[in-house]
């Protein structure tokens, strides 16, 4: 039973640019979310995406957007990079009827802007 | 909202030692608390979890942390460490109605041999 997978492992964009990330849940999970990990930090809650739209989203801009699939997966995509959104950026899977949100991580993706 | 504290960003300690990794929460409502581990250049694994019942929850590879209501915590320890012990801890809240964890800062284990 495959994990949370997450692509690309890494990516490196400059100042501007846009990029997209991609996760697929766990099998049998319909939920996803995505956080923001910056170097010495604890994750940060971006938003979370159950059947296809988009829940509660954290303190983040709305340079920051997604999408979710029919079959669950997402999509995390940002515009207009800035130097800041340098980060480890984790996707977390769940099953939306567990009733406590327990999450399943995926390996992350690395993105630095220069 | 809620918070999560973990007062230490390091803690070393020597291998076989115990160990404590200290997490104090603050909301108004009723919590779900968790535990991650976060090794070098991976994703972060839960550890352990609680939700309701016993206060003293236990992970399979030794970690064991408990439900403290009147204090807000929820430390997490060990009686003995292993060097492959080794990695980022992190405790994390959810309240119900709420989609998104919060975590603290994180807590770096370092196993002295």
């Known amino acids: 039973d495959a994990g949370v997978t997450q692509s690309p492992t890494h990516l490196i964009k400059t100042r501007g640019q846009q990029v997209t990330l991609r996760c697929s849940p766990k099998s049998g999970h319909d939920t996803v979310s995505w956080y923001q990990q910056a170097l010495g930090q604890g994750p940060q809650f971006i938003f979370q995406y159950y059947e296809e739209e988009e829940r509660q989203r954290g303190n983040f801009p709305d340079r920051f957007s997604g999408h979710q699939f029919p079959n669950y997966s997402s999509e995390l995509n940002v515009n207009a990079l800035l130097l800041g959104d340098s980060a480890l950026y984790l996707c977390?899977?769940?099953?939306?009827?567990?009733?406590?949100?327990?999450?399943?991580f995926g390996p992350g993706t690395r993105l630095t802007v220069l | 909202a809620q918070s999560v504290t973990q007062l230490d960003s390091q803690v070393p300690v020597f291998e076989e030692a115990p160990v404590e990794l200290r997490c104090n929460y603050s909301s108004s409502v009723s919590v779900y608390l968790f535990w991650y581990v976060q090794y070098p250049n991976q994703g972060l694994q839960l550890l352990l979890k609680?939700?309701?019942?016993?206060?003293l929850v236990e992970s399979i590879n030794g970690f064991e942390a408990e439900f403290n209501k009147s204090q807000t915590s929820f430390h997490l320890r060990k009686p003995s460490v292993h060097i492959s012990d080794t990695a980022e801890y992190f405790c994390?809240?959810?309240?119900?109605?709420?989609?998104?964890?919060?975590f603290g800062k994180g807590t770096h284990l370092i196993i002295q041999p």
């Open positions: 609680y939700l309701s019942g016993s206060t």
């Open positions: 977390a899977s769940s099953w939306a009827r567990s009733g406590y949100n327990e999450q399943f």
């Open positions: 994390a809240v959810w309240i119900g109605g709420a989609d998104g964890l919060t």
